[in-house]
């Protein structure tokens, strides 16, 4: 069943993370204690796993893994009750990315991020079939950081323009966002309706230090803006002004990994199930708040 909304369709990374938390400073050139965890990941995969755990409508996910892992991803994902199609790369292993996870009380993490075959997803993955059902297509920023991932995104939007499904986009990593370049990001996403940055990513792409400003000038480019501050909440803007601010739900985080996925998730979910974008971003934080709660990105496995 799809629901009354139609299916959440997600595009995007499916990824191992390797989660090493430490206490206090890392020791350059000698040993630092972690407790360390192999668990599945990747931006992608976390919106759709929260998306279906929030509920309400169908959740499907298109990725790409190598053959190391295949087996164990769709496996984890079917788990969360999300319905993979999972693309195995023959020559590249699955993505992995090592995130250090700094024990103190804010639990900030470092990224190191090997792609793998997540970037190697292509327009040759994509069959307009997949949008049979779809109420909702959701691409994860990261798929715009490689040549063959951006092709296909290309195909999908317009794919989904044909069928007049909603489009949203998650920028996904400042980093690689400073690398692509701004301008090149927006101009690729402009015809999307909703745009999901945290604030350094909506900041970097205003070049606007006040995170409210930043929000209000990109939503005159994409119909719906959603900024997610951790923290601080997420706040909305549409035609040029900031038109609600969500607070974010106190808790006491031991790893930030996957909390604005969570949120992305949820909220997209809300959405497809009906509610107005302001619910949709306060079930958003409640998402954050519990993903941060928690060791991993993803949401615990329902028996």
């Known amino acids: 069943m799809t629901g009354p909304g139609g299916a959440l369709l997600v595009v995007g990374d499916v990824i191992t993370d390797v989660v090493a938390r430490h206490a206090g400073p890392l020791a350059p050139g000698t040993d630092t204690a972690a407790v360390i965890r192999t668990v599945p990941g990747g931006a992608g995969a ?33 788990a969360c009750g999300v319905r993979p199609r999972l693309v195995v790369d023959a020559d590249v292993p699955t993505g992995t990315v090592v995130c250090l996870v700094d024990e103190g009380a804010a639990a900030e993490r470092t990224f190191l991020t090997d792609s793998g075959a997540s970037l ?18 959701h691409l994860s920023g990261y798929l715009l950081f490689g040549g063959s991932s951006r092709a296909l995104v290309a195909v999908a939007l317009k794919a989904a323009q044909a069928r007049g499904v909603p489009v949203s986009v998650d920028p996904a990593s400042a980093g690689f966002l400073a690398e692509l370049g701004p301008d090149r990001f927006l101009a690729l996403v402009e015809d999307v309706d909703v745009l999901l940055p945290s604030r350094d990513e909506a900041s970097l792409l205003t070049g606007c230090p006040d995170v409210a400003e930043a929000a209000a000038r990109l939503s005159r480019r994409v119909p719906l803006v959603v900024v997610k501050q951790g ?20 808790v006491t985080p031991r790893d930030t990994t996957g909390a604005g996925d969570a949120f992305t998730g949820a909220f997209l979910a809300a959405l497809l199930a009906g509610a107005d974008p302001g619910r949709a971003a306060e079930e958003g934080c409640r998402a954050g708040a519990a993903a941060v709660e928690r060791v991993g990105a993803r949401p615990p496995v329902r028996d």
């Open 46 to 78: 976390n919106v759709a796993c929260w998306a279906a755990r929030r509920g309400g409508c169908e959740v499907r996910l298109l990725g790409r893994v190598g053959a190391d892992a295949a087996v164990w991803h769709e496996r984890e994902l079917a």
């Open 231 to 250: 923290a601080e909440g997420a706040l909305l803007a549409r035609s040029g002004e900031v038109c609600a601010r969500v607070p974010a739900v106190p």
């Open 120 to 137: 190697r997803l292509g327009p040759e993955d994509w069959s307009d079939a997949l949008l049979d059902g779809v109420g909702r297509l």
